[in-house]
């Protein structure tokens, strides 16, 4: 098990069709009879599987094994931009302009890339990836967890009875 969000816990797994190590992220125990909590994990599974973006995690596959549904993704190194946020925060080691630029710059291609089909609606530092590979091009950005997106359609988009997201990042 290498993390936990709202709604899947995510494990470090092989896949051996594509010989290579990767993510998958299956829904909390807690989340399994709940019938909401299971079409909004497998909205995020459907949404995510189209967005080819290279500042986008790549998902794979959903699949469902019995009673469990789960999602198999590319495995990220690295942490959250919560996390580095509190890392720098406690180094009072502030971001660049640049480095606040290129964030900015990753993260608005994903939405503006993801936005042609859907809206995240919750960006949030614990929904960014951030890795390092000690590349000259420095930190990579991933924009993750599309849990609560919606496909955009003319209804959706003229709605306005319904707040989803986190209340700190509206």
């Known amino acids: 098990r290498i993390g936990e969000g709202g709604m899947g816990a995510v494990y470090h797994a092989y896949d051996r069709n594509r010989q290579e190590d990767i993510a998958v992220k299956?829904?909390?125990?807690?989340?399994?009879l709940h019938a909401n909590a299971r079409e909004r994990f497998l909205s995020e599974a459907k949404i995510s599987i189209t967005l080819a973006h290279p500042n986008i995690v790549n998902v794979f596959d959903v699949q469902r094994d019995g009673d469990i549904d789960f999602i198999t993704m590319e495995l990220l190194k690295?942490?959250?931009?919560?996390?580095?946020?509190?890392?720098r925060k406690s180094a009072r080691k502030l971001f660049s302009v640049d480095?606040?630029?290129?964030?900015?710059?990753a993260i608005g291609s994903a939405l503006e890339y993801a936005h042609k089909r859907t809206v995240h609606r919750d960006v949030?530092?614990?929904?960014?990836?951030?890795?390092?590979d000690g590349s000259e091009e420095g930190a990579q950005y991933k924009l993750m967890d599309f849990g609560i997106a919606r496909?955009?359609?003319?209804?959706?988009m003229t709605q306005t009875a319904m707040v989803i997201g986190s209340a700190y990042y509206m």
């Open 26 to 32: 299956v829904l909390l125990p807690h989340l399994l």
């Open 78 to 87: 690295g942490q959250t931009l919560r996390e580095v946020l509190q890392a």
């Open 99 to 105: 480095e606040a630029l290129v964030l900015a710059r």
């Open 124 to 132: 949030k530092p614990e929904n960014i990836w951030v890795t390092d």
């Open 151 to 156: 496909v955009v359609s003319k209804s959706q």
